[in-house]
């Protein structure tokens, strides 16, 4: 069972210094369950990653927090240490070096350190970490280019987003809550109301 | 395998997958949960053949004799002089948790045969500047507050009188894997009365604590309490960063905050004389620490070494009565004359309890 009481303690924690660190954490989507999260880190400035936002996917684990909380991107991300394609991220406090002295805030804050100091030479992603050690300068430009189009989308302000897609002509309501189940990411959004 | 959860049964499939790929891409198949997963299997096997702490009935230390039979001379000679001055020994599960486990027990037990109502109040203050210690730190409240409570109930439990007294065998009991069924009713009754600084909503909150107990769960009383240890190590250690930081730097190259952070703060890292030194000044306790190894003097002749770690009052606070009376006693005699509150014996990689005649 999950010290849900402590993950309380925590979200609150967390989300009341949002403005410095940048750092929130949320129910994941439509979901009620504390067991399953959305953190949110930016993107390191000077670093291929600033100017992205970008999305981890947090469930707890039954033995939470004795057990390290999972944690993967759901926004893709182009680095050594997260695999490029299913977004896991390799990273000791996620696994042996996790402790009850940690929390998701400070786990997520490790999540951004290794995005600004990446670790090739312990990859995820093998591949990724390849093109690092050889070719740094393509890295950089790829990993630009995927924070660019994947983690961008979602630095547009939400009454931004709102506005546009009313504009489309879909009622309001409908797009804040379209936007609301996407997590705030308009292509998919769009995709959802034309479907629908 | 078809029991396993959902995670497990995808890094499966990605196993399975990788055959075919290329030696790069099988790194990419080793998922965090997958590697986890088998730790907690290599612990479980662990379990089995040794529970938290050991039997009720202390081992004679004939059977350590046993076990290094046709192992080295010095063993067995130095097996033979602790046969003189010890009666027994009790062994704690090899999980890391080794060192942690067998203070817990040992204090534990050791409050629950003196009855010492002095010594629990005097650990209850140092317990109590610990908590601040964290505090000014900048840990988190919520992340250390449960263990804290958790084991100054320990302590009120092991003291008799009250209704929530315990017994030896229920000590040892808690110590070990299964949980006392009726254990949870009077800890959400009682925590509050006495741990007055704990908020009225927090006790629901133990409600969670009261689950480890009580399931299957390897989280029991015992993890907590020593994750409790954890915390006061980690506090002591970096409040005085200054003072352990040549030692950590001579045990691993790391800083004192990465040190505590890889090898004091996660469950199951193993301890040194770094954590033991906190531990023992954190909390004003004496540890005597028995060493059984294939060490001897060039002499010839076999002696068994030992290292005592007294506390440093000025940082932990009160020492136990016994102990300050014993440094009154002996003039400026010193640490010599403390008598140690624990007695631990240590085999490279392994600590368990001893108990002198």
Not at chain 1, 118 to 125: I, N, R, S
């Amino acid at each position: 069972m999950v010290d849900f009481a402590r993950v309380q303690k925590e979200l609150q924690e967390c989300n009341k210094d949002i403005d410095v660190s940048g750092i929130s954490i949320k129910l994941k989507g439509d979901s009620n369950s504390l067991t399953h999260l959305t953190g949110t880190i930016p993107g390191p400035l000077a670093t291929p990653y600033e100017g992205g936002n970008f999305n981890i996917d947090i469930v707890l684990p039954d033995g939470y927090p004795f057990e390290p909380p999972r944690m993967q991107f759901a926004t893709k991300v182009w680095h050594p240490n997260i695999s490029s394609q299913s977004g896991a991220i390799c990273l000791d406090i996620l696994k042996d070096q996790w402790s009850p002295a940690l929390t998701l805030k400070t786990a997520l804050l490790s999540v951004q350190a290794l995005l600004s100091a990446p670790e090739p030479d312990d990859p995820q992603d093998a591949v990724v970490a390849q093109q690092y050690l050889r070719d740094y300068q393509t890295f950089a430009a790829t990993a630009r280019y995927w924070t660019e189009t994947f983690a961008r989308t979602s630095t547009l302000g939400i009454e931004d987003k709102v506005k546009k897609l009313v504009e489309m002509g879909f009622p309001e309501a409908l797009v804040r809550s379209t936007l609301e189940s996407v997590g705030g990411d308009e292509n998919m959004a769009l995709e959802k109301l034309c479907s629908g | 395998m078809q029991n396993q959860d959902g995670l497990l049964a995808d890094a499966e499939v990605e196993g399975i997958s990788s055959t075919q790929a290329s030696n790069v891409d099988d790194w990419e198949n080793f998922r965090d949960d997958a590697i986890m997963q088998q730790q907690s299997s290599i612990w479980a096997e662990e379990a089995e053949k040794i529970p938290f702490v050991g039997d009720k009935a202390r081992e004679p230390l004939s059977s350590l004799a046993a076990e290094y039979q046709s192992g080295s001379p010095i063993l067995l000679e130095k097996i033979k002089l602790l046969t003189e001055e010890f009666a027994a020994i009790r062994r704690t599960r090899g999980d890391g948790n080794c060192f942690f486990r067998s203070f817990m027990f040992s204090y534990l037990e050791r409050i629950l045969e003196s009855q010492d109502q002095e010594e629990v109040h005097r650990i209850t203050g140092n317990v109590e500047n610990c908590r601040r210690t964290l505090q000014s730190l900048g840990y988190a409240d919520f992340t250390f507050e449960d263990f804290f409570a958790l084991f100054l109930e320990q302590l009120e439990s092991v003291l008799q009188g009250n209704k929530e007294s315990i017994s030896h065998d229920e000590l040892i009991q808690r110590s070990r894997d299964q949980s006392v069924s009726d254990y949870s009713e009077w800890h959400i009754t009682h925590v509050s009365t006495y741990v007055t600084w704990m908020r009225k909503e927090d006790v629901k909150h133990m409600k969670f604590l009261c689950a480890a107990f009580l399931s299957a769960s390897p989280y029991n009383v015992s993890c907590l309490v020593v994750m409790f240890f954890r915390f006061v190590t980690s506090g002591e250690i970096r409040k005085r960063s200054e003072f352990f930081e040549p030692f950590i730097l001579g045990l691993t190259n790391a800083t004192v905050e990465q040190f505590c952070k890889s090898s004091v703060e996660p469950m199951g890292e193993e301890s040194d004389h770094v954590h033991i030194t906190a531990l023992s000044d954190a909390l004003g306790v004496p540890i005597r620490v028995v060493y059984l190894d294939r060490s001897s003097c060039d002499a010839g002749g076999v002696s068994v070494n030992h290292h005592d770690f007294i506390p440093n009052p000025p940082s932990g606070g009160d020492l136990p009565l016994a102990a300050a009376t014993a440094t009154a006693a002996g003039g400026s005699g010193g640490s010599e004359t403390i008598k140690p509150f624990i007695t631990l014996l240590y085999r490279p990689g392994h600590y368990d309890i001893l108990y002198p005649k």
